[in-house]
């Protein structure tokens, strides 16, 4: 007889990882891209908008996340694997980037739409 398998609800950690894993290279350097270039025209224009800084912030803690877990399973292009420690470290802390800024945007929202309801 086969043992049951014990299965594990997915959390929003599971569903944010697989959602990223599933996107493609492409879709990722560009998620990255826009992330790097949103967070560069709201410096120049000095202007910080907490919602557009916590979007650019989940684009770009996304994209490199997700590029840093694919570049862990392949060698680079010069043929030579990526320093471990250094490929993990960052990861996470692209992870940390995109679930602060994910959680900002979130809270922000539902404070905007909370409004001044509760005094």
């Given amino acids: 007889m086969n043992a049951p398998v014990e299965r594990r609800s997915q959390n929003i950690f599971d569903i944010l990882r697989d959602r990223v894993r599933a996107a493609s290279d492409g879709q990722l350097a560009v ?7 949103g967070l560069v025209a709201l410096g120049l224009f000095r202007h910080w908008p907490w919602a557009a800084v916590a979007a650019c912030g989940v684009l770009l803690g996304a994209g490199i996340w ?9 060698p680079s292009l010069r043929g030579r694997a990526l320093p471990g420690p250094i490929v993990a470290a960052t990861r996470f802390m692209a992870g940390i980037v995109g679930l602060v800024s994910l959680l900002v945007l979130l809270l922000g929202a539902f404070g905007m739409c909370l409004g001044t309801w509760i005094s």
């Fill in 31 to 37: 998620a990255a891209s826009l992330g790097v270039l």
């Fill in 66 to 74: 997700g590029i840093l877990d694919r570049s862990e399973e392949s």
